[in-house]
């Protein structure tokens, strides 16, 4: 798996090398949805190459982003999230608007791919020319999302997508990344599967700003309304977002179509509220920020470990703490000594 993916990110740097980079930039303006999946793959790329032209890709598309609205949304397996999602997003492209799926799958922890299966969940949206669906392997990287999901965000914005839903991995307690670079977080629970509150940590729900009961037709429906009372009374014990929007509750399904209508007006309320607010912007600035700072950290572990010295004294520390001559803490105290 490995081996293939080194071929196509060599195959993709070729091409952009025979290409011309102000031309491969206007097709992703114009949103080239091949441009736009070069565009992805190159700032996904951890080679060091890769790595300087991906920053000068995101320097151009920084000014052309920001006018999206962006939407996080996590829940359980099982909780229908593609589902849902196709039906939001056939939704909005009905409205004329451009919709872009992020969707995170969970990654082997062997071989470190992912079955990246969300298009062939997603039959619909995927064949609308308004959509753009982009599978990701989480990569082993925590809270729900990929290494570089902000970077595909930026990249959808710059080429004109005015709604971006991410799909996180969905295991449901560890999904705070994502919750930190959209500006509406989206939890689905599934009645009937035994326990619900019990099944969702209290973190999680904190950091939701809208909860669906999902699949909430046929004989369902009585127990969907049950599991959304007894969220809505918990939700009583929660501290106040931020945004001074209050959590709400409903119980939705995508197979119906008034109820996702219900849904994406509960959404848009939600965003009329915030941008009126204030809380929008400020928050959309508090994340570059905290983006800025995550990258410091990622930047300073790279170069320490890709310095030379740093290898050659890690090593020899390494086997020293291998053969119980050296303790961790003594280890860390060497490597760090002044």
């Given at each position: 798996?490995?081996?293939?993916?080194?071929?196509?990110?060599?195959?993709?740097?070729?091409?952009?090398?025979?290409?011309?980079?102000?031309?491969?930039?206007?097709?992703?303006?114009?949103?080239?949805?091949?441009?736009?999946?070069?565009?992805?793959?190159?700032v996904e790329s951890n080679a060091p190459a890769d790595r300087v032209e991906a920053a000068r890709l995101l320097n151009q598309a920084i000014p052309h982003s920001g006018k999206s609205i962006r939407i996080g949304i996590t829940?359980?397996?099982?909780?229908?999230?593609?589902?849902?999602?196709?039906?939001?997003?056939?939704?909005?492209?009905?409205?004329?608007?451009?919709?872009?799926?992020?969707?995170?799958?969970?990654?082997?922890?062997?071989?470190?791919?992912?079955?990246?299966?969300?298009?062939?969940?997603?039959?619909?949206?995927?064949?609308?020319?308004?959509?753009?669906?982009?599978?990701?392997?989480?990569?082993?990287?925590?809270?729900?999302?990929?290494?570089?999901?902000?970077?595909?965000?930026?990249?959808?914005?710059?080429?004109?997508?005015?709604?971006?839903?991410?799909?996180?991995?969905?295991?449901?307690?560890?999904?705070?990344?994502?919750?930190?670079?959209?500006?509406?977080?989206?939890?689905?629970?599934?009645?009937?599967?035994?326990?619900?509150?019990?099944?969702?940590?209290?973190?999680?729900?904190?950091m939701a700003d809208i909860i669906l009961v999902n699949k909430a037709d046929g004989e369902n429906v009585d127990k969907a309304k049950a599991a959304r009372q007894e969220i809505a009374r918990a939700l009583h014990f929660m501290?106040?977002?931020?945004?001074?929007?209050?959590?709400?509750?409903?119980?939705?399904?995508?197979?119906?179509?008034?109820?996702?209508?219900?849904?994406?007006?509960?959404?848009?309320?939600?965003?009329?509220?915030?941008?009126?607010?204030?809380?929008?912007?400020?928050?959309?600035?508090?994340?570059?920020?905290?983006?800025?700072?995550?990258?410091?950290?990622?930047?300073?572990?790279?170069?320490?470990?890709?310095?030379?010295?740093?290898?050659?004294?890690?090593?020899?520390?390494?086997?020293?703490?291998?053969?119980?001559?050296?303790?961790?803490?003594?280890?860390?105290?060497?490597?760090?000594?002044?």
């Open positions: 798996m490995a081996k293939k993916k080194d071929v196509r990110i060599e195959k993709i740097r070729q091409a952009r090398k025979e290409s011309n980079p102000a031309l491969f930039f206007e097709k992703l303006l114009a949103g080239d949805h091949a441009a736009l999946s070069r565009g992805i793959t190159l829940g359980l397996p099982g909780a229908g999230k593609s589902t849902l999602i196709e039906a939001l997003g056939n939704r909005f492209v009905n409205q004329g608007k451009k919709v872009a799926v992020l969707a995170i799958d969970p990654s082997s922890g062997i071989g470190k791919g992912s079955i990246l299966g969300d298009k062939t969940r997603m039959p619909t949206l995927s064949a609308s020319k308004q959509a753009f669906i982009r599978p990701s392997p989480s990569s082993g990287v925590l809270g729900g999302v990929a290494a570089k999901t902000r970077e595909s965000i930026i990249l959808c914005e710059a080429a004109g997508f005015d709604v971006i839903l991410v799909e996180t991995v969905g295991v449901g307690q560890s999904e705070t990344e994502a919750h930190g670079m959209t500006d509406l977080f989206v939890l689905i629970l599934l009645a009937g599967a035994g326990d619900e509150l019990q099944g969702i940590k209290r973190g999680i729900m904190e501290p106040l977002h931020d945004s001074g929007f209050t959590t709400q509750a409903h119980i939705c399904s995508a197979l119906d179509e008034a109820s996702v209508e219900k849904i994406a007006q509960v959404i848009e309320t939600f965003f009329e509220s915030i941008k009126q607010s204030g809380f929008f912007d400020a928050n959309r600035k508090a994340q570059m920020l905290n983006w800025f700072h995550e990258q410091v950290k990622q930047e300073v572990l790279a170069r320490f470990y890709d310095d030379q010295a740093n290898k050659l004294q890690l090593k020899a520390l390494e086997m020293a703490i291998e053969n119980g001559q050296l303790s961790v803490r003594e280890g860390l105290l060497q490597l760090f000594k002044p």
